[in-house]
C-alpha cells in the first residue's frame, strides 16, 4: 500500500476531528428533506436519518421512538440538542 503524503494526512485527520461536526450538518439536511418528503420517500429518508443518529452514538430506544412517532419535529428538537452539546465542546 502506498504511503499517504503529509497533506493526505492532514485531511483525514481533520475529518475525523470534525466527524461528528459534519454528521450534524447532514442531520440538519437531512431533518428538512423529512419535513418536505412524503410516501415512501419520507420512510427511506427516514432510514437515512437512522444511519446518522446511529453514527452519532444516539440511544437505540430515542431512535426507535423518533421513527415511530414521524415526527420531523421531534428530530429537530433532538438536533438542537446536540448543536447545542457540540458547540459547547
Same mark, same amino acid.
Not at 447532514?26 to 419520507?42: F, M, P, S
Given at each position: 500500500?502506498?504511503?499517504?503524503?503529509?497533506?493526505?494526512?492532514?485531511?483525514?485527520?481533520?475529518?475525523?476531528?470534525?466527524?461528528?461536526?459534519? &454528521?450534524?450538518?447532514?442531520?440538519?439536511? &437531512?431533518?428538512?428533506?423529512?419535513?418536505?418528503?412524503?410516501?415512501?420517500?419520507?420512510?427511506?429518508?427516514?432510514?437515512?436519518?437512522? &444511519?446518522?443518529?446511529?453514527?452519532?452514538?444516539?440511544?437505540?430506544?430515542?431512535?426507535?421512538?423518533?421513527?415511530?412517532?414521524?415526527?420531523? &419535529?421531534?428530530?429537530?428538537?433532538?438536533?438542537?440538542?446536540?448543536?447545542?452539546?457540540?458547540?459547547?465542546?
Amino acid at each position: 500500500m502506498a504511503e499517504r503524503s503529509k497533506f493526505q494526512q492532514n485531511i483525514i485527520k481533520n475529518y475525523y476531528e470534525n466527524f461528528d461536526t459534519l &454528521q450534524l450538518q447532514r442531520l440538519g439536511e &437531512q431533518v428538512t428533506e423529512l419535513y418536505l418528503a412524503e410516501g415512501k420517500a419520507r420512510a427511506n429518508q427516514w432510514k437515512k436519518v437512522v &444511519q446518522v443518529l446511529e453514527k452519532l452514538k444516539i440511544p437505540k430506544s430515542r431512535i426507535d421512538h423518533l421513527v415511530k412517532s414521524d415526527n420531523p &419535529q421531534l428530530l429537530a428538537k433532538l438536533l438542537e440538542e446536540l448543536l447545542a452539546k457540540d458547540t459547547a465542546k
